[in-house]
């Protein structure tokens, strides 16, 4: 009797977790200085790299470096700068917002900031944990 009430106990506890999917992800790619609407009313603007340690794509590396830059945020009205790490979401509003790419890849010469492209994403509907990166003070306009 108890073997066979196991399964239901724990259908019925994983039924009442709520499950994040988004209903929806805008990506768009962007430049330094070039504003992108990634959600209705929500815009971001790349300001400047601050850190570019990826692996050059000609060199063999031990560590994949990150790729960290700061952007202009404009969530309905409210602006603020964040700072934005490959890979690694940050808390906006109710969403996360996410670098997905950069281009193009590193080299041993390095990249001229005006040829980098970014690959940025907004999802609606994002818990709040600590894999999350908290957002830095808002501007005044």
């Not at 971001?44 to 601050?50: D, G, K, Q």
């Not at 979401?89 to 890849?105: H, I, K, Y």
Request: proline share 8%; charged share 20%; hydrophobic share 40%.
């Amino acid at each position: 009797m108890i073997r066979q009430a196991i399964p239901f106990a724990l259908a019925a506890m994983l039924a009442a977790v709520p499950v994040l999917a988004p209903a929806h992800v805008i990506e768009t790619n962007a430049r330094i200085g070039q504003a992108v609407e990634v959600s209705p009313g929500i815009t971001v603007e790349p300001l400047r790299v601050i850190e570019d340690s990826r692996c050059p794509q000609d060199v063999t590396c031990v560590w994949a470096g990150r790729f960290v830059l700061t952007a202009r945020v404009r969530d309905h009205g409210r602006v603020q700068t964040v700072r934005l790490t490959l890979g690694q979401p940050t808390l906006l509003g109710r969403g996360r917002l996410t670098l997905d790419q950069v281009a193009p890849e590193r080299s041993a010469k390095g990249v001229n900031s005006r040829r980098y492209r970014f690959g940025i994403s907004y999802a609606p509907g994002a818990l709040r944990g600590n894999n999350l990166q908290p957002m830095l003070e808002p501007q005044k306009q």
